[in-house]
């Protein structure tokens, strides 16, 4: 079974940075596309950024692109994501995914419990 683990969340000040980390196990693809998602109180869940399998491809929304970074170690299997320059609009719960190829086609299969980032103005 496939297991998320999401650290690295808190409460920050606009223009801080933060880096989650997201552990994952139990993989039934050696390695997998991984990626981020996030939701705001009384939004919509939207896509972050993703990192194919081996990692030489990634994608970031346009409202982070320039501020946050999405990498991985495959040794570790792990997945990060660096947000420098923090707005109070980042505020939101962030949720680790992975999907069950090495690429990220679709929606993930798999999601992690989420951990909650708060950018303070």
């Known amino acids: 079974q496939v297991q998320l683990v999401e650290s690295g969340g808190g409460l920050v000040q606009a223009g801080d940075s933060l880096r989650l980390a997201c552990a994952e196990s139990g993989r039934i693809f050696s390695t997998p596309a991984m990626g981020w998602f996030r939701q705001a109180p009384g939004k919509e869940r939207e896509f972050v950024a993703a990192?194919?399998?081996?990692?030489?491809?990634?994608k970031l929304v346009g409202s982070v692109k320039g501020r946050f970074t999405i990498s991985r170690e495959n040794a570790k299997n792990m997945v990060y994501l660096q947000m420098d320059s923090l707005k109070p609009e980042d505020t939101a719960v962030y949720y680790c995914t992975a999907w069950s190829g090495p690429w990220h086609i679709g929606s993930p299969e798999y999601w992690g419990q989420g951990t909650q980032v708060s950018v303070s103005s």
């Open positions: 990192i194919s399998g081996s990692g030489g491809y990634t």
